[in-house]
């Protein structure tokens, strides 16, 4: 504190004079006690202080109804009844709470009469247009807000002066099974309480059913939103688990005005696509960041990494009951992809723009994972680590915000599916392609297949130098489409044939085509008598797409995932017929084994540049390409 010299000068003076009276006092003691306590506050001490009571004193209660935990009361002594623990707006509130026990909570809404004090509470409510659609229709709370709705409608009413009051809660950790291999159950949900009558101060499992909303922790969370301008009572329950299970839950819980602080999205698209994995290894990746098609914008989304990424093995329970809670995931999840200490090697994150559209996406590209296993990948949202750190943003942007799991899993050991991402010349390529671990790593598999197809562009590129593709739109061969259009179609058709999309030998979905079945796996196994014997010993199935991976990879027995069908109609259509490109008909001799049809039903049933898992639901329309009969393209086909 800095003293302005009047003020020192004050204050010397005050000191002198506390001295005085104390001498005063220690001389004539009895008769002047009343003297003494009128005394007892020095000025000197509550100088700053003081300012922080009088803007509670702005702030009164109703002076009919004056309740325990004013705000005068609370900014002075900091307390309220004993065990009850006092929320701030916006501020999270770790907590401990011991099985079979309630934790309380009271939240004393910002609320002010006059207009001027209106303003004040806008610009402490962060900015009005926070994104309350965001998370609206989200959440289990919902649904269990309408029905709570019906129930207590007599205090939700909508006041005048009342305002919305978004509860959230993540369970960060819970009781440990007391012997673990003997425990089958993971420990139940903690229960949300929350009553907004006085007469109810400490909602609970004890407390009159009448006058509380009862939530339950939905995977370690709780979204929980309601009208009021009265006091919020909330007790957190936890159930009696000591026969099982040892220690205590511990629970974050926020009280907004603007929005959730954490919230999570049960959607069930869901924002993390599984791009495809290999024996080792996984590539995912988010939804475009962006459809905005200005340059600038797309630069500065390029330039974040909005998201973080948990990983975890679903045989493995320790997430289980957790996976909505942001705190239980960083705590629990085997692998975290966060900006801070959590994060492993196993993961690396960036951004990406490969796929239809070309759009910004962030990618997250593990290695060291367990061959043949199911995991569950979950996207999440952390507001500190994004950046969102300013006061006035709305909760939903502080807190965070986690995602419905995507389920992702490996391939088999024999390590004959290799992923390659980030080619030079296939950019757009990003899956597992035909592979022996005794090649070389994924840059040198990378190379060799980039390598092989763009040479095998250098020879196109010559034919197209041929077509008169600067002429006149009148000379030219398409008024439809131009040499752009047919190089763009020869580059995704040639990308696709040229670079097959590994699947594991045993997975068993009717429209892979199998490769290579009498050569040796890597570790130098074959396929048994059986096996060999209800496959026909065509082209197809005894060698890989192109004889050069048989030659140098030696991969061994795998399925491909064959290109699409309209990838060629589209070559066919877009460049001059003089090149002579032609795609076999379904049905016809050429396209089985060379061609599979897109079939949304079944998912990812065909491969193209940017193809992933996607979401079953969100199918991707099949063109119609007016079918050419024609040369076959050959030399990367097989017929
Ligand atoms: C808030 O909304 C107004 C109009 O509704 C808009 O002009 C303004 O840009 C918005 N502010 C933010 C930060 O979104
Ligand atoms: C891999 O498997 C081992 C043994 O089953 C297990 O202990 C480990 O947690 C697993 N790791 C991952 C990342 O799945
Ligand atoms: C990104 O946007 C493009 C173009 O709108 C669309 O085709 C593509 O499916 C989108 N990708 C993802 C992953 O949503
Ligand atoms: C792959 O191996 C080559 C040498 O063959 C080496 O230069 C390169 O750094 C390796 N790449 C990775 C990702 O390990
Ligand atoms: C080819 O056509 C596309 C539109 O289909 C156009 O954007 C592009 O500029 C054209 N290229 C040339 C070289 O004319």
Redesign the pocket.
């Known amino acids: 504190m800095h003293l302005s010299p009047l003020q020192s000068r004050l204050a010397a003076s005050l000191a002198a004079s506390c001295l005085l009276i104390l001498l005063y006092l220690i001389l004539f003691p009895p008769d002047f006690a009343l003297a003494a306590e009128l005394n007892e506050a020095p000025p000197v001490v509550t100088d700053d202080f003081d300012l922080s009571i009088d803007s509670a004193k702005l702030n009164p209660r109703d002076s009919v109804y004056e309740p325990e935990f004013s705000a005068f009361d609370k900014s002075i002594t900091g307390r309220a009844p004993e065990g009850v623990t006092q929320l701030t707006n916006n501020e999270p509130m770790p907590m401990n709470v011991e099985p079979g026990s309630t934790q309380l909570f009271v939240f004393v809404p910002p609320s002010w009469s006059s207009g001027e004090e209106n303003d004040r509470r806008h610009e402490l409510r962060g900015e009005p247009n926070t994104s309350k659609a965001d998370d609206a229709g989200a959440g289990a709370g919902t649904a269990e807000e309408s029905k709570g709705r019906q129930e207590n409608e007599r205090n939700l009413e909508k006041r005048q002066g009342s305002q919305t009051v978004y509860i959230s809660a993540n369970t960060c950790q819970r009781p440990q099974p007391v012997e673990p291999s003997k425990t089958t159950k993971d420990p139940p949900q903690l229960t949300l309480f929350v009553s907004t009558t006085a007469a109810n101060q400490a909602p609970g499992p004890l407390a009159d059913e009448g006058s509380q909303e009862v939530i339950v922790f939905k995977e370690g969370a709780v979204m929980y939103s309601f009208d009021t301008d009265e006091e919020v009572y909330l007790g957190v329950y936890a159930p009696d688990v000591s026969e099982s299970f040892s220690g205590p839950y511990n629970v974050r819980v926020a009280v907004s005005t603007d929005s959730y602080y954490y919230s999570y999205d049960d959607r069930d698209d869901a924002d993390l696509i599984w791009v495809d994995s290999d024996s080792q290894g996984a590539l995912l990746i988010t939804h475009n960041l962006t459809e905005s098609a200005d340059p600038n914008v797309e630069a500065e989304v390029m330039k974040t990494q909005p998201y973080v990424l948990f990983a975890h093995?679903k045989k493995?329970r320790a997430i289980n009951g957790l996976k909505y809670s942001y705190c239980g995931l960083y705590n629990y999840a085997?692998?975290a992809a966060t900006k801070d200490e959590r994060s492993t090697d196993l993961v690396r994150t960036g951004m990406t723009k490969r796929g239809p559209g070309n759009l910004p996406k962030q990618q997250f590209f593990f290695i060291?994972?367990?061959s043949s296993?199911d995991y569950f990948g979950i996207l999440a949202r952390d507001g500190r680590a994004g950046g969102y750190l300013g006061k006035r943003q709305a909760a939903s942007q502080r807190g965070t915000r986690v995602f419905k799991a995507t389920s992702f899993s490996t391939k088999s050991d024999h390590g004959n599916c290799a992923l390659v991402i980030d080619l030079a010349f296939c950019d757009q390529i990003a899956y597992s392609v035909p592979s022996n671990p005794n090649f070389g790593n994924s840059t040198k598999l990378a190379d060799f297949y980039d390598n092989y197809a763009r040479s095998a562009y250098a020879n196109f590129e010559k034919s197209l130098a041929q077509v008169a593709c600067d002429a006149p739109s009148s000379q030219r061969y398409s008024l439809a489409r131009n040499c752009t259009d047919c190089a763009a179609a020869y580059k995704d058709w040639l990308c696709s044939v040229a670079i097959p999309r590994c699947e594991d030998f045993s997975n068993t979905a009717s429209y892979l085509q199998p490769r290579a079945i009498d050569h040796p796996f890597p570790n130098g196994e074959k396929l048994d008598a059986e096996t060999l014997a209800s496959m026909p010993k065509t082209p197809a199935y005894m060698s890989s797409r192109n004889s050069l991976i048989d030659d140098i990879i030696k991969p061994g027995p795998h399925k491909e995932l064959l290109p699409c069908d309209d990838l060629c109609y589209k070559l066919v259509q877009s460049c001059p017929a003089s090149m002579e490109f032609g795609c076999p008909l379904p049905g016809s001799i050429g396209f089985a084994g060379n061609y599979a049809k897109h079939d949304t039903s079944e998912g990812l049933t065909c491969n193209f540049p940017g193809s992933a898992h996607f979401p079953s639901a969100g199918g991707r329309a099949v063109l119609n390409w007016g079918v050419m009969a024609g040369a076959l393209m050959v030399g990367l086909l097989m017929v």
């Open positions: 093995n493995d085997q692998i060291g994972l367990n296993a």
